[in-house]
């Protein structure tokens, strides 16, 4: 968004300036007040003068290869000279995907920003060399007018879990393309029935049959207009031959003759147990389809819609049972099916007519299967979902789920968007609230929640506190206001949540700005500043061939003082699973890391300045020294990738080209000299960064066992060496000794971790279904007014603790019954006779169960503070002017011409036209975003689903993962 800005000299005034001092971090925050932003600018101003290269810890000129931190005691390393690029793109990548185990053949997608045309490329090598492939896609279309009128814009590339030299190609126009070789030849596959890619909601290749690919498409003819009074209705098209000759297209809304008029959702039944090998309730056919449908042309009017049921098929829908009515959509999630059941149904899931309506009709409630999708539970959570949507979010073990609602915290300016997340426990219907008022950043799309990767129990988020230190107290005031985020770490599975304790001593003097008569935490940003619609931040960032390893940007600051874009903006690093952190660098910068974690690698991120960089830089010793890496032309650094397991000592570098600016001193190496050469012109640049060919002969392979050791999360900054118990037994993995000049090699498959069980104790506890966790850190029982049903809990199938404590879900741990007296923590009382004291029902509902994940204590008496009807006007009209500037530089740079076209129509339909435009530029703009060091994969490989309203969002997705 700022480059747009400063692409029209919108902000001519003030832009250069801040744009030289970069103020070690994004300003211009749409979302933030506008007057933050121009005394953070205006700041800015006075510091230029004193702004140097230094500041973001970079090496001076004549410190080459030496230490980003202070005083420099690391070694300087022989230099190779600088680094060429591997290839100039003709667009920008805006994604790089590997398609084949050995991790040599790469996909670079590539688009140009306000044109419909993108490009593809490959490299067989891993990077070193590329093609473009852009001519090859369009020279295997047919050679008519019509067909190479279309433009080639790739949407994603698949490849099936059987063969990775197969791989399919989805575009947004008439085609999509299939290659058996990895991509050497390409093969144009007309898509049936004149359907568009870009209209292609879901798309999904069988986990068995390689040549089995279906997808849900909306049905050509549908505009924006006709979704004023009713959604356009999509068809499940499947093909059984995708590499042999012309594919074959079965259309399954016509295969029921009839009795479907059009579906909703989707998946492979196989994709519950691909293997087949689950036992015997959930073996399926192949031709299994899971599905949501509504039966009659019109019927599909409302976002949670009780005209539309679950299904089920073994023959593609020639025949079919209904398995749940009113069942919207599912997720597959591990072994188990997840439904969103619309609470306006007149049944309940079992089609039973209800007593009395819900009390919460415009909501869903979630329901749970473990046999196939033939029978369902009820999903207890101690609230009412809303429609704001939830995520579901698969556990390290693959056996059960954290769920995040989303919902809207009410201010007197305007509502923020929070989330709550639960946890599963020892039963999969049964969840417990784990964390309230989880953040999101200003026009994120994600929610500031994310396991640790490689570290099974380990969680961190970013939490809204209460600045006054009563509940819910988030309110903005006024124009200078916005919420405190504080960042917390849990060490056991969601049971307990700490802050971050920031560091003790720091690399770099700007870091630090904590006040040495309070305590002092490090907040990090999460995945909502990363997916931002806004200038991004790089947030936290774990991968499971790194155990331990840990980065992200952020700041400290004393109690109080929570996540700051500006002030003290930093880049830390932490080597223990978050128990320990140092600052690395000052400023914000991308990572990603390499040699299952032996190595790390980070560039200067361009931030809102747009801030380019002539240098990348490593560390193979867990961040003590890091070398520079110098490049022969500076560039916008997007992203750093690896290959998905993270073990090549190889990286790619990608980004955009940069203009020479007397303003920016990084510029100096730009390829263009001045605007006039770039007119027009918008090219990406990817470099290889191959660390052993940086340094020949100086690092060898590792041997075991002298150059490893194993380790495991400390259990305390002050007992380094003292493994924690997580879940009931301490994790030790084996890792290269920091100190060892060694790599790990091609040939190296790190061994299983080693687990030592542990004496229960509270920690491997959590609050049970219907309690909470007070201020005191005890488990209290949730009043029944604010609690929902819980069949499990009525129909005594789980007995809770008088304690209110239940063992956490995966935990491990010995001699349970010293915490938990009167069960075993799973829902089993212990007692001689094995009965023990009656189950526990759920209180009946009594007004509501409030917002998602409210704590239910009761809000303190007395009104809010107010504000006059002409200061909330006028903040209307700021956001007014806001929201139009940012449609019309979307219109103008990013909308396509099918997109523009959908505009129009929206726009006959009067308001509802402005919600559908606005929710495509949030489609259009995530779908342009990369995922932060992974990229975006097919949906069948992501553990993340996200159920909302389907509509017009969903249109501009084109296979976009639902997450």
Known sequence: ???????????????????????????????????????????????????????????????????????????????????????????????????????????????????????????????????????????SMPQTEEALSESVDILNIFTPPGNPKDVVLLGTGSFLWVSSDAGATLTARRLPGGLKGAYIRSLKIHPRRNDWLMMLAKRPGCTALSHVSMQCPFDLMVTQNLYSGEPTWTNLTANANGKVAG???????????????????????????????????????????????????????????????????????????????????????????????????????????????????????????????????????????????????????????????????????????SLADVYHADFGLATDFSKIEGLPGLFIANQMRSKSGKPDDFDIADLLGFPLVETRISFNGGGQWENLQAPTKFNNPSCNKCDN???????????????????????????????????????????????????????????????????????????????????LIMAKHPGASDTPTDKVLFSWDQGGCWQDVSLTEALFVDNIRIEPDGQQPRVLVHGRRCTRDLLVPTSEKCGYKDAAEAMGVNEGVIYVIDVPELLPGMLGTCEVPPDFQEWGVPESPEKPNSVKCILGRKTTFQRRKPQAMCYYGADYKRPAPKVTPCTCTELDTACDYGYWKNADGQCVAVPSTSMPTCPTLEEHQYQVSSSGLRVLHDDQCVGLDKVIKDTDGKGHALSPSGGGDKPKPAPAPSGGGGKGGDSPSPSPSGSKKGTSGAFKFLIFLLVAVFLTLL??????????????????????????????????????????????????????????????????ANDAQAMQPRA
């Open 1 to 139: 968004f700022q480059d747009l800005l400063d692409d029209h000299a919108i902000v001519a005034v003030v832009a250069p300036q801040c744009i030289a001092c970069d103020c070690a971090g994004p300003m211009l925050m749409f979302g933030r007040p506008l007057l933050v932003s121009l005394i953070a600018c205006l700041c800015c101003l006075c510091a230029a003068n004193a702004s140097t290269l230094g500041r973001y810890g970079l090496p001076q000129d004549g410190q080459q290869g030496r230490s980003l931190l202070a005083g420099g005691m690391c070694q300087p390393w022989e230099k190779t000279g600088p680094i060429e690029p591997a290839v100039f793109t003709t667009n920008p990548v805006i994604d790089l995907q590997w398609v084949d185990k050995a991790d040599k053949e790469v996909f670079a997608i590539t688009k140009k920003r306000g044109i419909d045309t993108g490009g593809l490329w490959h490299s067989s090598d891993g990077g070193e060399h590329w093609e473009d492939k852009t001519a090859m896609l369009y020279g």
């Open 263 to 433: 579906f909703v959702d989707f998946d492979w039944g196989a994709n519950i147990c691909p293997d087949n090998e689950c036992g015997n309730k959930l073996v399926t056919k192949d031709e299994n389809v899971l599905a949501t449908y509504y039966a009659n042309p019109g019927d599909y009017d409302m976002p949670w819609d009780p005209d539309v049921n679950f299904i089920v098929s073994d023959n593609f829908f020639k025949d079919f049972s209904i398995h749940v009515k009113c069942g919207n959509q599912f997720e597959v999630v591990g072994r188990t099916v997840y439904l969103a059941f619309a609470n306006s149904c007149p049944t309940d899931v079992n089609g039973k007519p209800l007593k009395e309506p819900s009390k919460f009709p415009g909501g869903i409630t979630l329901f749970t299967s473990t046999d196939g999708g033939n029978t369902f539970v009820q999903a207890c959570l101690p609230i009412a979902l809303k429609q704001e949507g939830y995520e579901l979010m698969e556990t390290q073990d693959g056996t059960g789920v954290v769920i995040v609602v989303d919902y809207l915290v009410k201010t007197s300016i305007m509502d923020i968007p929070a989330s709550s997340v639960f946890m599963s426990g020892p039963h999969h219907a049964l969840f417990s609230l």
């Open 887 to 952: 449609f019309a530089l979307w219109w103008i740079y990013l909308a396509t011409e099918v997109q523009r076209d959908m505009v129009r129509d929206v726009c006959a339909a009067g308001v509802a036209g402005v919600r559908n435009a606005w929710f495509w530029l949030i489609e259009q703009v995530g779908m342009l975003r990369g995922r932060f060091g992974g990229g975006s994969s097919a949906p069948m490989e992501q553990d993340l689903g996200y159920f909302q309203p389907l509509g017009d």
């Open 517 to 599: 008569n309070r305590e002092c935490f490090l907040h990090l940003h999460g995945s909502s500043s990363w997916d931002s619609l806004l200038t991004s931040v790089p947030s936290v960032y774990t991968s499971a061939s790194a155990p331990g390893v840990i980065m992200s940007s952020g700041n400290v600051g004393p109690r109080g003082v929570g996540l700051d874009d500006n002030d003290g903006l930093c880049t830390w690093l932490s080597t223990d699973g978050g128990m320990t952190w140092k600052d690395v660098a000052v400023g914000t910068y991308i990572y990603e890391y390499a040699d299952f974690g032996g190595l």
